[in-house]
C-alpha cells in the first residue's frame, strides 16, 4: 500500500542522520540525506515568489499609476520575498508590457540574487520577453487569451513534442523552465524528458478542499505527484489559491516544493494589512511548515 512522503519537519529532522525513510512504497527506503538531496533541498525554506498582477489590475481602473507596480514588488521584496512573478497576458488586463520591462530593471539593479519569474503562454506572447529579457525562471502556462485566471495544466504527451524547442530555446537563453501541471504523478516523467527543469502544481484543487473532510484525498495526488517529480530529478513549485490558511498544512504534507508563487490572497490581504506585513505573515506560514511539531 503506497505511503505518504515524510513531511518536512520530519524530513528536516532525519536528515543529519542514516536512518532511512519510507519512499514511495513500503518496500522503498531511501537514507533521509538521498532523499533530501533528490528533493532538491535539506532543510532550506521554501521561497515566496509575489504575483504582482492584482495590484495592475487594480492601477488599470484608473489613469493616475497608482497603486505602483514597482512599488509594490519592491515592499513584497523588502519584506522577505525572494522573488516577484507576473503573467503578462497578450489583452494587458492587468500586467502591461511597460510593468515587465520596469520590474526587469529593477530586479537587476536593486535586488540581485532575488528572482524574476515571468509567466505565460509561450505560443501567445511569453517568448518574446524570454527572449528580450532572459528573467530567471519562465512558467510555461497553457491558458488561452479568454480564461480569467489559469485552471488546468499541460497535457502529455499532446503537447510534448510543440513544447520541447521552446524549453530548449529558453536554455539556451539561460532561463530556467517551469511547466504548470495538474498533479499527475504519471506525467512527471514525460515533463522531465521534454527538458524542463521543474514543475509548478495546479494547487487549486487543494485549496477548494482545504479545510473540509476531503482535505486528504485532495491532498494525495500532490504527494504523490511530488515525489515522482523529485524521483526523476525534477524541481518542484506550487501555486494557485494558496493562502494564509491552507499554506503551512500544504508545505508539510508535499515534499520538497522549492517556490510558491502567491498573488490573489497575497494581494487581498497586504489591502487589509499592507505589503510588509502580509509578507512577514506569509513566511511565518512557511516557516511553520518547517517546524517540528513539538509534543504536548
Given at each position: 500500500m503506497p505511503l505518504s512522503a515524510p513531511s518536512l519537519p520530519d524530513l528536516a529532522a532525519?536528515?543529519?542522520?542514516?536512518?532511512?525513510?519510507?519512499?514511495?512504497?513500503?518496500?522503498?527506503t531511501l537514507p533521509a540525506a538521498e532523499l533530501?538531496?533528490?528533493?532538491?533541498?535539506?532543510?532550506?525554506?521554501?521561497?515566496?515568489?509575489?504575483?504582482?498582477?492584482?495590484?495592475?489590475?487594480?492601477?488599470n481602473t484608473r489613469q493616475l499609476g497608482i497603486p505602483s507596480v514597482l512599488r509594490a514588488a519592491?515592499?513584497?521584496?523588502?519584506?522577505?520575498?525572494?522573488?516577484?512573478?507576473?503573467?503578462?497576458?497578450?489583452?494587458?488586463?492587468?500586467?502591461?508590457?511597460?510593468?515587465?520591462?520596469?520590474?526587469?530593471?529593477?530586479?537587476?539593479?536593486?535586488w540581485p540574487g532575488r528572482e524574476f519569474n515571468i509567466e505565460g503562454n509561450p505560443f501567445h506572447n511569453l517568448m518574446e520577453f524570454v527572449r528580450e529579457l532572459r528573467p530567471d525562471q519562465c512558467?510555461?502556462?497553457?491558458?488561452?487569451?479568454?480564461?480569467?485566471?489559469?485552471?488546468?495544466?499541460?497535457?502529455?504527451?499532446?503537447?510534448?513534442?510543440?513544447?520541447?524547442?521552446?524549453?530548449?530555446?529558453?536554455?539556451?537563453?539561460?532561463?530556467?523552465?517551469?511547466l504548470f501541471m495538474d498533479p499527475l504523478p504519471e506525467a512527471m516523467a514525460a515533463v522531465k524528458a521534454v527538458g524542463a527543469d521543474r514543475v509548478e502544481f495546479y494547487t487549486e484543487t487543494y485549496a477548494r478542499a482545504w479545510p473540509g473532510l476531503h482535505k486528504n484525498e485532495a491532498l494525495r495526488p500532490f504527494?504523490?505527484?511530488?515525489?515522482?517529480?523529485?524521483?526523476?530529478?525534477?524541481?518542484?513549485n506550487a501555486g494557485h489559491d494558496l493562502n494564509r490558511?491552507?499554506?503551512?498544512?500544504?508545505?508539510?504534507?508535499?515534499?520538497g516544493v522549492l517556490e510558491v508563487s502567491i498573488g490573489h490572497a497575497l494581494i487581498a490581504d497586504a489591502l487589509e494589512l499592507g505589503y510588509t506585513a502580509t509578507v512577514k505573515d506569509y513566511l511565518r506560514c512557511i516557516d511553520a511548515a518547517f517546524t517540528p511539531a513539538r509534543d504536548e
Open positions: 532525519a536528515v543529519s542522520g542514516d536512518e532511512p525513510l519510507k519512499v514511495v512504497a513500503a518496500d522503498a533530501a538531496a533528490i528533493l532538491g533541498q535539506t532543510t532550506g525554506r521554501t521561497a515566496l515568489s509575489v504575483n504582482v498582477n492584482k495590484v495592475a489590475l487594480l492601477r519592491h515592499l513584497c521584496l523588502m519584506a522577505g520575498a525572494r522573488g516577484i512573478t507576473v503573467h503578462p497576458r497578450p489583452d494587458e488586463r492587468h500586467i502591461k508590457r511597460h510593468d515587465v520591462y520596469e520590474l526587469s530593471a529593477m530586479m537587476i539593479a536593486d512558467t510555461f502556462v497553457p491558458d488561452s487569451e479568454d480564461q480569467s485566471t489559469s485552471d488546468h495544466g499541460w497535457s502529455f504527451p499532446a503537447d510534448a513534442e510543440r513544447l520541447r524547442p521552446l524549453i530548449a530555446e529558453a536554455h539556451a537563453l539561460g532561463v530556467r523552465v517551469s504527494v504523490e505527484s511530488a515525489q515522482a517529480a523529485a524521483l526523476c530529478g525534477l524541481g518542484i490558511d491552507n499554506l503551512t498544512e500544504f508545505l508539510r504534507e508535499v515534499p
